[in-house]
């Protein structure tokens, strides 16, 4: 299948710093990435979906100002925790969409660990 | 919007047993559902996928059948070994803009294959 490559996959940071991280599509372009968040033992809640190009659409109860998300190229999308705190800490996971025949397939990125102390 | 129930949340077979993960969905126009296993502290990997024009896919060990009169999927899992013990996840989506599909996820299966 596609590679979806995602860095860094953890990171520790203080209360009140940005993290970046990146999503890339390694092997074919990705008009659309998403960027999930998965809290232990959870399933994945979709926060944003990413199209190159133009602006992310956030979904309901996710705050875009804290969330920054930047998709400048077919490869790459970008997401950036603001201002980060304790809440935040959790596994995200960003995806890339690639058709397949008549229809398109998600295959996802290793996840980042984001621990903020 | 969509809903996608899935259970059970733990199953534990023996090696060699089957195993059998359920799902379904609320969304009548949802036409794609993947199925995705998450090893610990990485990301979901997809493993088979059933578009709606069709009820049943395998590959190899592996098999789906969905049953879109009743909304309802299932994984199959045959000949289970240790290493198939993970985190199993049913999605569903439905048509979109060109690509833009997001998946709603279930809320995951923890199987557990005892040697």
């Known amino acids: 299948g596609a590679v979806v490559s995602q860095h860094p996959s953890r990171v520790i940071c203080k209360s009140g710093t940005s993290v970046k991280i990146e999503c890339r599509s390694l092997?074919?372009?990705?008009?659309?990435m998403f960027w999930y968040r998965q809290f232990p033992k959870q399933s994945l809640m979709l926060m944003a979906t990413?199209?190159?190009?133009?602006?992310?659409?956030?979904e309901q109860g996710v705050e875009k100002d804290k969330f920054l998300i930047n998709h400048a190229s077919l490869t790459l999308s970008t997401l950036t925790v603001t201002s980060a705190h304790p809440e935040d800490s959790s596994f995200y996971i960003c995806s890339a969409s690639i058709r397949q025949g008549a229809g398109f397939i998600q295959y996802f990125g290793a996840g980042t660990r984001l621990s903020v102390l | 919007g969509e809903n996608v129930e899935q259970h059970p949340s733990t199953l534990s077979v023996q090696e060699g047993d089957s195993a059998v993960i359920k799902c379904t969905y609320s969304d009548s126009a949802s036409n794609y559902f993947p199925w995705y296993k998450q090893e610990l502290g990485k990301g979901p990997q997809l493993i088979i996928d059933i578009r709606s024009n069709v009820g049943e896919k395998k590959d190899q060990r592996i098999a789906v059948t969905l049953n879109k009169t009743a909304k309802h999927f299932s994984l199959h899992i045959t000949e289970t070994q240790p290493e198939d013990s993970a985190v199993y996840f049913c999605a569903a989506s439905k048509p979109r803009d060109t690509g833009r599909r997001a998946l709603t996820f279930g809320s995951g299966t923890r199987l557990q294959v005892q040697p």
């Open positions: 990413s199209n190159e190009g133009s602006k992310a659409t956030y």
């Open positions: 092997d074919f372009q990705a008009t659309t």
